[in-house]
């Protein structure tokens, strides 16, 4: 009696070992999979803001254009100029 008391106790001890990892192991892919979904949820919320950056983009590709303006007659035609050097090896 004593004896399979014993056995049984210490086969209770060795099972209760080895769910010990198990269950070590499985807490640690479960926390490897959170970070996982947490990696993967940052990825799709900045492809949602892209997504929507885009839209706005072509929503309002009108108004960021610039409209050409022609000169007036003042300001069109030949223009002399004169640039000065200031970082640099040129000779003038």
Known sequence: MKNSILLISFLFLLFSCDNKNKADNLALREKELLDKEKLFAQKEAEYQS????????????????????KWSDEISG?????VICTESNCSD
Not at 50 to 69: A, E, G, P, Q, V
Not at 78 to 82: E, L, S, V
């Open 78 to 82: 030949a223009w002399t100029g004169k």
């Open 50 to 69: 892209l997504l929507k950056m885009r839209d706005s983009i072509f929503n309002h590709k009108n108004s960021d254009s610039i409209k050409i303006i």
